[in-house]
């Protein structure tokens, strides 16, 4: 090393005699330049970056007076930012910044506020005023986690630092009407390729999908894979390795954990009202004020109101034939219009209407009449649209190939070879 230096001295020094009555030297003074970092779409080392959050008594016209903004410059920026941000949703606790100038006054130029941790707003005032929103470049990573069970799926995640959220889309949106996750067995396993999702590459936002899953229960193989069914409605839905919905066409009960207070009865007599016959078109599921109700299949919203003895009720139609409606609800979550799914939370139980206790009437509408759902023969699945099964068989061809080359790790197997190597030594 020394050497070569004294070489390139040498050679340096050769030249420099050499040319030095004809040319001065010029010296060349290398700065390094701090590395540009981009956030918001701004180069942040062309400005004064000033971070905090909105706190109690701030406004956006305290906040730039406290930097050095007057009150009639703030009033044209609120009005002329009005259209895309009304300064008044500020919210207690929200990231802000202030993009200033970078000299020793310090003026501000953009005010950005982050109402979530996707979105911003960024309102620029440095010559002309202007406002928009943008997003955070989102990032989706995919990776695969396997295992066997030796305790519960949620532990067996945990462990290995996966979000809960992934064991909740399993249960809840995958497997809710065909594995029973309260009694999984030891010696189960699963393979599941899913997504995560980065905002800005560095803040890691949860699990975002699962692309394909196969759970190997009392060994039987249970695939799902994602599909979208509507690009138009971005409607994605979970079938098996035959193009199979994993679904029932509707669910048993609108409430878990719920008990039948009151069966569809035609020849119903009440004695409040002198054994006078009062049919009950509609099954009673009696569980406390607040608890979710949810819509027993897919379907389209038809009617989301509050009327007379049916207080809070929501009605959905199905399909052709089939239609459902859950009545006395404390709350409706859902508006006409809206595409739900099975298990999608519609509203609360609640005692509104004509009711003596907390539950919620289920009543079950075929062809426009009422019938009782437990005496229907409902088909135990829904299939994938014929037009749909040749696409969505040549589409999970690759996933299935790739989900079935997982190599399945086992957390136990592989701590007794660790153990049986440290006894070794
Ligand atoms: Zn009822």
């Not at 979208?228 to 679904?247: F, G």
């Not at 003895?309 to 199905?318: L, S, T």
């Not at 089939?322 to 508006?335: N, P």
């Not at 079950?364 to 088909?379: A, Y």
Request: proline share 4%; charged share 25%; aromatic share 12%.
């Amino acid at each position: 090393m020394g050497s070569k230096y004294l070489v390139v001295l040498l050679a340096l020094l050769s030249i420099i005699a050499c040319k030095e009555k004809e040319q001065p030297v010029e010296e060349v003074v290398v700065v390094e330049k701090p590395a540009d970092i981009y956030e918001f779409g701004f180069n942040l080392s062309d400005f004064v970056v000033k971070r905090d959050t909105v706190r109690s008594g701030d406004s956006f016209g305290v906040i730039l007076e406290r930097n050095k903004i007057g009150y009639p410059r703030i009033f044209s920026i609120a009005e002329k930012a009005r259209d895309t941000f009304d300064i008044r949703r500020l919210q207690i606790g929200k990231p802000y910044t202030l993009l200033c100038s970078k000299d020793t006054l310090e003026i501000p130029k953009h005010f950005i506020y982050q109402p979530n941790q996707e979105e911003f707003v960024v309102i620029s005032f440095q010559d002309s005023i202007h406002a928009y929103t943008s997003r955070k470049p989102i990032k989706y990573v995919e990776k695969s986690v396997t295992g066997v069970l030796n305790s519960s799926i949620s532990q067996e995640l945990d462990k290995k630092g996966i979000s809960p959220i992934l064991t909740n889309m399993l249960a809840e949106q995958i497997y809710a009407w065909t594995i029973d996750f309260t009694r999984l067995q030891k010696g189960d396993s699963y393979k599941v390729i899913y997504t995560d999702k980065y905002i800005d590459d560095t803040i890691y936002a949860g699990v975002h999908k699962v692309k394909a899953v196969v759970f190997n229960h009392k060994n039987t193989p249970y695939y799902a894979f994602r599909y979208r069914t509507d690009s138009i409605k971005n409607i994605h839905e979970y079938y098996n390795e035959a193009a199979k919905d994993l679904r029932r066409a509707f669910l048993k009960a609108p409430v878990q954990f719920s008990r039948i207070s009151s069966k569809y009865n035609l020849n119903r007599r009440i004695a409040y009202y002198g054994f006078a016959l009062r049919p009950h078109k509609g099954t009673d599921f009696a569980a406390p004020i607040g608890t979710p109700i949810l819509a027993t299949a897919n379907g389209t919203v038809t009617e989301s109101q509050y009327k007379g003895g049916n207080g809070n009720y929501v009605k959905i139609r199905h399909n052709s034939t089939y239609e459902t409606q859950y009545l006395h609800m404390q709350k409706r979550k859902v508006r006409v219009g809206q595409h739900v799914k099975q298990g999608d939370v519609i509203g609360w139980i609640g005692m509104t209407g004509n009711t003596g206790g907390p539950h919620v009437c289920y009543r079950f509408w075929k062809n426009g009449k009422q019938v009782d759902p437990f005496k229907e023969k409902l088909s135990q699945s829904e299939p994938i649209a014929e037009s749909l099964k040749g696409d969505y068989l040549n589409f999970i061809r690759p996933i299935k190939l790739k989900l079935d080359a997982l190599p399945i790790f086992d957390d136990s197997k592989e701590k007794e070879v660790k153990t049986t190597v440290t006894q070794k030594e």
